[in-house]
């Protein structure tokens, strides 16, 4: 049985499309989790968060129209606000977020993901950009 890597996925985004290729270029086959489809929960996206290590505002999209809009930025703003906004606006939650039994990343940019996979590499890789990430041996180039 293979190790239960999770990605949190939006497939309109190059980042996360590209860190799903990579998982699978491991030999893995992961739990594809669709978060604008299916937000997890306030326990789950607090729990994805506090493993990457890393502040909340970094697992938000500061990018997004809706982060201005919402004044997420401004003094004061706290963890829980930012999550109460991130669960009820998904789009605002940062992506891809991989769970492996190596850890949890948020995976910009996406070859960050190698980081924390279970497997090696099984053949060369390229984003969609034509960046190549990973050679023929399967190593970082």
Request: charged fraction near 20%.
């Given at each position: 049985?293979s190790?239960v890597?999770t990605?949190?996925?939006?497939?309109?985004c190059?980042t996360?499309?590209n860190?799903l290729?990579?998982?699978?270029?491991?030999?893995?086959?992961?739990?594809?989790?669709?978060?604008?489809?299916?937000?997890p929960d306030?326990a789950t996206l607090?729990?994805?968060?506090?493993?990457t290590?890393?502040?909340?505002?970094?697992?938000v999209?500061?990018k997004?129209a809706l982060f201005?809009?919402?004044?997420?930025?401004?003094p004061?703003?706290t963890?829980?606000?930012?999550?109460?906004?991130?669960?009820?606006?998904?789009?605002?939650?940062?992506?891809?977020?991989v769970?492996?039994?190596l850890?949890?990343?948020?995976?910009?940019?996406?070859?960050?993901?190698?980081?924390i996979?279970?497997?090696p590499q099984?053949?060369a890789?390229t984003k969609?950009?034509?960046?190549?990430?990973v050679?023929?041996?399967?190593?970082?180039?």
């Amino acid at each position: 049985m293979s190790p239960v890597v999770t990605i949190y996925h939006n497939p309109k985004c190059g980042t996360s499309r590209n860190t799903l290729a990579m998982i699978r270029n491991s030999g893995v086959e992961p739990e594809v989790v669709e978060y604008l489809k299916a937000p997890p929960d306030r326990a789950t996206l607090a729990a994805l968060i506090a493993a990457t290590g890393a502040p909340v505002i970094d697992a938000v999209r500061t990018k997004e129209a809706l982060f201005a809009e919402l004044q997420l930025g401004a003094p004061g703003v706290t963890d829980a606000q930012l999550i109460d906004a991130m669960l009820a606006h998904p789009i605002l939650i940062n992506r891809p977020l991989v769970t492996t039994p190596l850890g949890t990343r948020l995976c910009r940019p996406s070859e960050l993901v190698l980081d924390i996979l279970p497997a090696p590499q099984q053949g060369a890789f390229t984003k969609e950009d034509g960046e190549a990430v990973v050679n023929a041996q399967g190593q970082r180039v």
